[in-house]
């Protein structure tokens, strides 16, 4: 289809990678010709992105998030539009044309994803028609707004860049570093990390029955991610959660994964552990874990103030 197609393939048909073409995901494509082709392409891309959020964010409503993102961007686009050419809209496209430098014009017609061709009166008929339109939109009119091609073009580009930047830019970022990752590795390396990841993501032990046949496989206690599975092995070991850290001020509390440990110090669990030991929370001890390192800690910065005054 579009999308698989235009994962290794550039518009002028330049074969591209697997992670340029994911690190370029996220960014507008000012040098692509806006064509149906183009447009189909970018609504399969959408339709995958969504589905994927969907999959690992059931509970997040995407769908009416993205028109609201939709109408705010229309907005912007207008406004600034308007503060280009003076913020007011003419009584017709010949006294906009006057009141207008014609570079003027042909940067607002860019900021609304118009064509910028033509003549200035054409490019001022353009852009009022098009302004107008809004405008009769915001004033109650019930009818759905038309959207030429370039502007379905750059709207569906900008979603995508909110879905990649605000949504899934983790596990965009992950799938970089994977990919990465195995383009450094020789066949026999990539042939060991399949069959690990084939046995951690084995859903049960056949040979199992009763209340144990619906037992996971996992003997590493490998975290289970949204499908109740073990997430997979390359990924556990990226975030580090084969590494787990003790606080004794969080009461023994375990950690996994050097994120979700570093995160811990900002968060009520471990401040109030340093207020049951009369000690307020602060960047001083960060990465400090052991209560009698924090009471130190404290009689050493109490020190050093009466000392000062």
Partial sequence: DALETATRLDVAGAKRSYVDYL???SKPQHEIIRTSAYLAYLDDVLRYLLDFAARIMPLRFLEEELLDFEK????KWEASARAIVGGELCA????????TDAQALKEALRSLGLKCGGTPLERAERLRASLLNGSNEKSGSETTRSLTLPQNCALKEAQIQYLCENVLRDSLQSTILNAEKKQTLTFEELEMERKRVEELNSAADPSSDGDDADA???PKDIPLGWDGKPIPFWLYKLHGLNHAYKCEICGNATYRGPRAFERHFSESKHVAGLQCLGIASGRNYY???RIDDARALQRKLAARVSDAA
Wanted: glycine fraction near 0%.
């Fill in 23 to 25: 690190r370029r995901l």
């Fill in 72 to 75: 705010d961007e229309i907005e």
């Fill in 92 to 99: 017709s496209a010949a006294e906009l044309c006057d009141r």
């Fill in 216 to 218: 996971l496989y996992n």
């Fill in 287 to 289: 990465m400090i874990t």
